[in-house]
């Protein structure tokens, strides 16, 4: 890695590049459709465990999972309960993260355990060309914002790299995006209002996940 921040922007050439760093175990820093995020392999326990310590953040704070498409989600041992899989049939892509469910037969390395002991996986599907030709070019990726625990999040790569500096191996400029403000996070749960429980309220309000959850008349599993 060099000392100076690598900042390409995105074409044929930097996505190859991108792809060949994730697969080396590097980390790269790339846009969404909400913050710019730092990212990495996510079966890869020494990059995951870089992005903790560069961003000084807690371990407890789990790592999203990037996909192109909902449909990789079974080739990553996971599933999406009811009832996020209607919400996410309708907020993906999108800012909009459900939590899901891991397989026996998930290798990733960023899951969570519940309380109850299930393994568990927040994902997302952002809503940007730019972040798609990414994922589609590297495959899925583990990611957190771009910046210091605690601070704002990165809109631009410039702020990005004023946070991460040349701890990065490749910054990929997708020109600002929308603002600090990050996805909305939901999981499942039997037990909570309308079968679930939002962790974090980002751009999508709750009102809106809740309204959707009775539209057209649907039960939860519906």
């Known amino acids: 890695m060099t000392s100076e921040p690598r900042i390409r922007g995105i074409d044929d050439d930097s996505l190859a590049l991108a792809a060949d760093l994730v697969r080396a175990g590097e980390l790269i820093v790339m846009p969404t459709d909400t913050v710019y ?7 890869n326990p020494e990059a995951i465990a870089r992005i903790f310590a560069i961003k000084q953040r807690p371990r407890f704070k789990s790592l999203q ?3 192109h498409s909902i449909d990789q989600l079974d080739g990553l041992g996971l599933e999406l309960p009811a009832p996020l899989n209607r919400l996410a049939a309708q907020f993906l892509p999108g800012a909009f993260s459900p939590i899901a469910l891991a397989r026996e037969d998930c290798t990733l390395s960023t ?16 809503n940007s060309a730019a ?16 910046n210091l625990s605690g601070q704002d999040s990165a809109q ?6 004023g946070a991460l500096g040349d701890q990065v191996a490749l910054y990929l400029d997708g020109g600002p995006t929308q603002g600090h403000v990050a996805s909305t996070v939901v999981a499942a749960d039997p037990h909570g209002r309308d079968g679930i429980e939002i962790l ?9 996940i809740r309204k959707a959850l009775h539209m ?3 039960g939860l599993g519906a």
Not at 37 to 43: H, I, T, Y
Not at 156 to 161: G, I, K, L, M, Q
């Open 37 to 43: 995020g730092v990212a990495c392999d996510p079966r």
């Open 65 to 67: 999972v990037l996909l």
């Open 111 to 126: 899951l969570a355990r519940t309380s109850t002991g299930a393994s568990t996986q927040g994902i997302r599907i952002p």
């Open 131 to 146: 972040a798609l030709a990414i994922l589609r070019a590297t495959g899925p990726l583990a990611a957190s914002s771009a």
């Open 156 to 161: 631009s790569v410039r702020e990005a790299v």
């Open 200 to 208: 974090r309220e980002g751009v999508i309000a709750s009102h809106v």
């Open 216 to 218: 057209n008349g649907g």
